[in-house]
Nanobody
Framework: QVQLVESGGGLVRPGGSLRLSCTAS????????MGWFRQTPGKEREYVAA????????DYADFVKGRFTISRDNAKNTVYLQMNSLKPEDTAVYYC????????????????WGQGTQVTVSS
């Protein structure tokens, strides 16, 4: 692992949209499943979404289904999270990471996290 850099967060009104980007080294993105996680102060980090290395398989946490879309562009070593119909409860710092699958849930592969990008949904 070299680095994972998240960007694209900001302040948005409820119902608005944001597109997050995660750019990583070839080793940490190419040929690996990638995922998005989020965290608010005092709470555990939550799994949000995951995508296979080809982009052919995706998975979402129930609370974002129908609103968020994960995608990737391996040529750019970048994973995206399109966030629509944002709600105040989506407010969090969003992180990306490689992911493993336990058979029931996705877990971050690396124990080291990037800076993350802050998403704030407020009127």
């Amino acid at each position: 692992q070299v680095q994972l850099v998240e960007s694209g967060g900001g302040l948005v009104r409820p119902g608005g949209s944001l597109r997050l980007s995660c750019t990583a080294s070839e080793r940490t993105s190419d040929m690996y499943a990638m995922g998005w996680f989020r965290q608010t102060p005092g709470k555990e980090r939550e799994y949000v979404a995951a995508i296979s290395w080809t982009g052919g398989n995706v998975d979402y946490a129930d609370f974002v289904k129908g609103r968020f879309t994960i995608s990737r562009d391996n040529a750019k070593n970048t994973v995206y999270l399109q966030m629509n119909s944002l709600k105040p409860e989506d407010t969090a710092v969003y992180y990306c990471n490689e992911v493993d699958y336990s058979g029931t849930t996705y877990y971050p592969y690396w124990n080291s996290w990037g800076q993350g990008t802050q998403v704030t949904v407020s009127s």
